[in-house]
């Protein structure tokens, strides 16, 4: 049976959030909009946190550290959280080079201006600003190299990032994609759909999917993972991903389509107060 996409309206989100202890949040879409909070969601999460859940962001950027998140969420209004809450691509990214290079082993991170370093063995593409041919003949020369293996990691595939009026700068997706190309040989990709990401989670706090609630706004990255990995999915109408988009896919034959589906919908995570309220 597919996933049914009700809204989630307060008697059923008094359930749903009743049998879970842990919500992990997108950002970008969810919680704000550039650099305005969603209106309401900070006393939301601030419900949440009073309840006595554990709350987690999970983030497609790669351009900020857990320290900036922990500031942004402050800033805006949200409920201080600590930087070890916070689960951005690039966090995940050093964490799984740590693990898959050897020690002293180096990356070439698009961004960084670098001559051939020996003591490179992976080629890592995330948000660049910067990014030129000459980065792509940087990284095609380390992937290339034929006295060792050189891996070649993405942060996120998201193609294309939102601005307002329906505006959009290509996202990091685009970036990978050259190097893809140009490589012959596909990423190991770090962001949502990603499990390594959650795993990241996992990894750091005892986390029982079967009572973890993903909220994002992106079907393809946010509502993927969390379906793929067990948890409950709620899509919030605040950001990318249209109700229309989940009518396609629930009108579709194509079985990879069904994980697109979230299990409930919210026009903005403010709906979800009331069933906070005592
Ligand atoms: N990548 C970049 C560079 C961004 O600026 C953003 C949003 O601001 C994203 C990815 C998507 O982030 P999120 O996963 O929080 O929606
Ligand atoms: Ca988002």
Not at 18 to 32: I, M, P, S
Not at 102 to 130: C, N, Q, S, T
Not at 221 to 229: R, S
Request: hydrophobic share 45%.
């Amino acid at each position: 049976m597919g996933r049914p996409c009700r809204q989630l309206e307060a008697a059923a989100a008094r359930a749903v959030l009743g049998a879970a202890d842990t919500l992990l949040f997108d950002c970008d879409g969810v919680l704000w909009r550039g650099d305005a909070a969603v209106a309401g969601a900070p006393g939301t999460l601030a419900r949440l946190e009073a309840a006595g859940k554990r709350l987690c962001y999970v983030t497609n950027n790669s351009s900020r550290t857990r320290q900036a998140y922990a500031d942004k969420l402050r800033r805006l209004g949200f409920p201080a959280a600590a930087p070890r809450q916070v689960f951005g691509s690039a966090y995940c990214a050093a964490r799984y080079l740590r693990q898959a290079l050897p020690p002293g082993a180096a990356a070439y991170v698009l961004g960084g201006a670098a001559p051939l370093d020996p003591a490179v063995r992976a080629v890592l593409v995330g948000f660049d600003e910067h990014f030129a041919y000459a980065k792509l003949c940087q990284a095609l020369r380390y992937l290339l190299r034929g006295d060792a293996a050189c891996l070649l990691v993405g942060t996120n595939r998201d193609h294309r990032l939102p601005l307002e009026g329906g505006a959009a700068i290509p996202g990091t997706g685009c970036l990978v994609k050259a190097v893809e190309v140009a490589a012959e040989r596909e990423a190991f990709i770090i962001g949502k759909p990603s499990r390594y990401i959650f795993d990241c989670v996992v990894s750091e706090f005892d986390i029982d999917p079967a009572r973890t609630i993903m909220v994002g706004d992106r079907l393809d990255t946010d509502i993927l993972m969390g379906n793929t990995c067990g948890l409950t999915t709620i899509l919030t109408l605040t950001g990318v991903s249209t109700l229309e988009e989940v009518k396609g896919h629930q009108e579709s034959d194509c079985p990879a389509r069904k994980n697109l589906i979230p299990d409930y919908y919210v026009d903005s995570i403010a709906d979800l107060l009331p069933a906070l309220e005592d």
